[in-house]
């Protein structure tokens, strides 16, 4: 594949097209440089000749800030001609303007400009300067920004002597913004040319390399460019390199809000894998009877909005909470650390449940079985065996858990009082201070511990063997409970369902009364303004969602064949920048996308189309898992037959791969569906007027104590997602091949 006269040929045809690519980014580049150069000081010609007939300070006063009105974003200083002293005084203008030319008046090529305007002859400065336009900011231009600076002479009556000057500053952001937006895509063109080169004299299926060439592309330029564009805005102050942002970011106020957040995280995740093993193992374990029922309702905090419990625990143990006011006289608040951890436990112990129930399903129960004819009791195989076995699923449970409790913010903001996190921290400096920098920063901090933990749980699972299926498995699993202790699971487990099940019918109570809290009387009126005042938001965020699930199936299913079936160079790479977002906060995310796409050639801030690209990057690894478990399972001979009958990479994924994966594809976009319908991290920072958001609307009617539309709004989003939860279950059914019984001893 790769002889010499390959790759002569590629060299040779990739150097005339970077040749011809570069000779026409240069040209037109320069031309449109000398066009608006000749351009603003015609038009600057023009504004000095509107110089006011009245020669008085007010007149000048009102003539100079209408150079706006020509070239937006430029300023202006009016310079008298003092003939005793035989120089240019500054009388009026913009305060950049003057702090520019003061700090300059000593400069060689300022002196030359005012000589030359004194002979009646209009002068630019061949040099750019830094203009501090923070001194009198507007919206063109705000900032420190690079400025061509010109300089035009105002004639007395006579129209033969000098009686001032005019300097005007120019930013040089529109000229510099086309620069950069030819350079991005032409750099662009010469990627995608030599991408598409590279494939088509190096491969023999030209097809399989298009599709990983488009694969890379979206993940460079929605997963790697947004958080490079985060990495260098926290490194930034002022457009300048800084470490300021994080030496604050670093400073004790946000380190006591760190300490927040590992505290809250581990609380969390350690409750909640207690939960999810005594629910994953009365389910997979025992000869419990309605284990169906109970799985069902063990899923629905995964499947519902992150802050609809946050709600609920609201309005029954809030400050006028049913519970804790009107029927125990209360003085204790739900707020802060225990009420955020009661919380996060009940929303998130179905993450670790299912988890843990897929490492207590693959046990072999031979070893056990072993253990017991050696007369060991249940406990102690228990102890020694199957626990041990279920080590790897704990600790991947208890990583999950402890992942989303750290990037969680919704519940923070609603439930922590006077407690601090770091994710609440970055949120409000984004929205309270526009500081995106900094909110950068502290989700990437955010990051550091969830990568920590990852990092030690992988290293402690690989120096340990825990293999016990090395032939045919078995079709039974062990019962290693007795009565009174599967009896006792039960009692815990129902009562802890039905603490849950009380939350979610409280949301449904909340709809019909007229102010939680205050006036419980019946009524309805909730739900016309909810639904007058939410249809909007519920539209929006349907379609959304809708646009969004079966791009995301497709994808993370070709992605998975890919990765499985095919080798290519940089296919670990690829995978891992893949699975990224996963790891990362939505919160860091959201900003991510507001840093690159708010600026040409991917302005897609305040549209449809970034909400939707959010939803699909975010929830591709998780269909992604699910691909390549699923191909995993599957001879891929199958696919191999299909080839040599002549059948393209297309044709086969269409025709064999896709059927045969269907349960993992339909899974993947009913989850991509659900998590897109009740998000909120990073979505928050995306919405626009345009386009609402239903969890953010039901966040922001919770925040002005609007109990209940939000009520009206999280039971539609419930059952909306519900219902559609319930109708993937019902197409995609275990596969019986692998379901086991439970035997008794």
């Known amino acids: 594949m790769f002889t010499k006269k390959r790759i002569l040929q590629f060299c040779l045809t990739a150097l005339v097209f970077l040749l011809a690519d570069f000779w026409m980014y240069s040209t037109l580049s320069s031309d449109f440089k000398a066009y608006e150069e000749k351009r603003n000081f015609n038009e600057i010609d023009l504004f000095a000749q509107t110089v006011p007939k009245n020669p008085s300070s007010d007149a000048y006063k009102q003539w100079i800030p209408t150079v706006k009105d020509i070239i937006p974003g430029s300023r202006a200083l009016y310079l008298s001609y003092d003939e005793q002293a035989a120089d240019f005084v500054p009388e009026t203008g913009s305060k950049t303007t003057l702090a520019l030319f003061e700090s300059n008046t000593k400069n060689t090529e300022f002196q030359k ?286 990583l999950l858990v402890f992942t989303n409790s750290l990037a969680d913010f919704a519940n923070p903001l609603l439930l922590s009082g006077d407690y601090r996190v770091l994710s609440t921290e970055a949120y409000m400096l984004v929205t309270g201070r526009n500081n995106l920098g900094a909110g950068s920063a502290l989700s990437f901090i955010l990051l550091m511990p969830t990568l920590t933990a990852f990092l030690i749980q992988r290293n402690w699972v690989s120096k340990k063997s825990f293999v016990t299926v090395t032939g045919k498995p078995s079709t039974t699993l062990t019962e290693l409970t007795n009565k009174p202790v599967r009896l006792t699971l039960e009692i815990a487990s129902w009562m802890f369902l039905g603490f849950i099940t009380a939350l979610y019918l409280t949301i449904v109570a909340g709809c019909f009364v007229v102010n939680w809290g205050i006036d419980y009387s019946f009524t309805l009126s909730n739900w016309g303004e909810a639904l007058a005042r939410g249809w909007t938001a519920i539209r929006d965020t349907v379609t959304l969602a809708a646009f969004a699930t079966p791009v995301a199936g497709l994808l993370a299913m070709l992605s998975a064949m890919l990765i499985v079936r095919k080798k290519f160079p940089g296919k670990r790479i690829l995978e891992m920048i893949i699975m990224t977002p996963y790891a990362i906060p939505g919160t860091l995310i959201g900003i991510s996308y507001i840093l690159a796409f708010n600026k040409p050639p991917v302005l897609l801030v305040g549209t449809g189309a970034i909400i939707v690209i959010n939803y699909i990057i975010r929830e591709l690894p998780v269909g992604l898992e699910n691909g390549i478990t699923a191909l995993h399972q599957i001879d891929p001979a199958i696919e191999e037959s299909a080839a040599d009958l002549g059948a393209d990479v297309p044709t086969v994924f269409r025709t064999i791969v896709l059927p045969l994966i269907r349960p993992a594809f339909l899974s993947s976009m009913s989850y991509t569906f659900v998590r897109s319908m009740t998000a909120v991290s990073a979505i928050i920072f995306l919405i626009s007027a345009r386009w609402n958001h239903l969890t953010v609307l039901i966040f922001n009617f919770s925040e002005n104590l609007r109990f209940g539309l939000a009520s009206v709004l999280s039971t539609i989003l419930i059952f909306i997602v519900l219902s559609v939860w319930a109708l993937m279950q019902v197409v995609v059914r275990d596969d019986k091949l692998t379901q086991k019984s439970i035997s008794a001893r």
Do not use: C
Request: glycine share 6%; no cysteine; charged share 10%.
């Open 113 to 398: 400009a005012l000589e030359s305007v004194y002979y009646l002859e209009p002068m630019k400065l061949a040099s750019t300067y830094q203009a501090d336009y923070t001194l009198d900011p507007d919206q063109h231009s705000a900032d420190r920004i690079q400025s061509q600076i010109y300089f035009f002479p105002v004639v007395d009556d006579t129209g033969y002597q000098i009686s001032g000057a005019v300097m005007i500053l120019v930013p040089t952001s529109t000229a510099t913004g086309f620069s950069n937006l030819l350079k991005t895509l032409f750099i662009g063109a010469a990627v995608l040319f030599l991408g598409i080169l590279l494939v088509l004299t190096f491969t023999r299926d030209p097809m399989t390399g298009f599709m990983v060439l488009a694969l890379f592309g979206i993940v460079l330029v929605f997963i790697a460019y947004p958080l490079i564009e985060a990495i260098r805005l926290s490194f930034m102050k002022n457009g300048v390199f800084s470490l300021e942002t994080w030496k604050e970011s670093l400073s004790p106020t946000y380190l006591v809000s760190l300490w927040g957040s590992l505290r809250l995280g581990f609380l969390t995740a350690t409750i909640s894998t207690l939960v999810g093993y005594m629910f994953a193992f009365l389910i997979e374990r025992t000869s419990f009877k309605q284990k169906r029922i109970m799985t069902t309702l063990a899923t629905m905090p995964v499947i519902s909005p992150p802050f609809s419990l946050s709600l609920s625990i609201i309005l029954l143990f809030g400050n006028n909470g049913l519970i804790s006011k009107q029927l125990l006289h209360l003085n204790t608040s739900i707020y802060g650390l225990g009420g955020l951890t009661l919380v996060q436990v009940i929303g998130m112990f179905p993450i670790a449940f299912m988890t843990i129930s897929g490492v207590l399903r693959q046990i072999d129960s031979t070893v056990e079985d072993a253990s017991l004819d050696l007369s060991a009791t249940r406990w102690q195989t228990f102890k020694s065996i199957t626990l041990p076995l279920s080590i790897p699923g704990i600790l991947s449970a208890w």
